[in-house]
């Protein structure tokens, strides 16, 4: 009994060193396809990548509700928001951060788009967007995918400023329109 107990630790020890050996996924580039992933919203809905087909989508990962970077980014997400209706675009931000969280966060900020739950990190780890912060832990990296109607990025903005990144996001939507 006690030598079957001990072959079951040791396996749990190297299937626990294998998943900690793991690299962190690749972040996509511009040209590929959109990895879909399924998370709930802010109003605790399921919301899927694939959902906004034939849409751009103005992905964008960032690290923590209520927090002053993440804050204004939002804000300024908001306020151009009828900018990005008009260009066909939608605005999905997505942490780690749970769903009562964005819930309070979208109340107390007056945000509209919607912001996605990805309390257990997969998303954030498919899109090689995850950073250490501190007391935080792991949490999103500040990163943008534009995704096209079709559901293919086309282009990435990693580490982002938050200020003016609403104005880049427009200018290259612009951008990709044209062509």
């Given at each position: ?18 998943v900690v050996a793991l690299p ?119 990163n943008t995918f534009l995704v ?32």
């Open positions: 009994m006690k030598t079957s107990w001990m072959i079951l630790g040791l396996a749990v020890a190297v299937a626990l060193l294998v962190a996924a690749e972040t996509p580039t511009a040209g590929t396809k959109a990895p879909d992933f399924t998370l709930k919203s802010q109003e605790g809905k399921t919301v899927s990548l694939h959902d906004f087909k034939g849409k751009w989508v103005v992905l964008y990962f960032y690290p923590k509700d209520f927090t002053q970077g993440c804050t204004i980014e939002a804000h300024n997400f908001q306020a151009d928001q009828p900018k990005y209706d008009k260009i066909n675009a939608a605005i999905v931000g997505v942490s780690v951060d749970t769903v009562d969280s964005h819930q309070q966060f979208c109340t107390k900020e007056n945000l509209t788009f919607k912001l996605l739950a990805d309390e257990k990190k997969e998303v954030v780890n498919t899109y090689g967007s995850v950073q250490t912060l501190g007391k935080l832990g792991d949490v999103a990296a500040r096209d109607p079709q559901g293919t990025i086309r282009k990435v903005f990693l580490k982002v400023d938050p200020n003016p990144h609403s104005k880049e996001v427009l200018e290259a939507l612009a951008e990709l329109q044209k062509k």
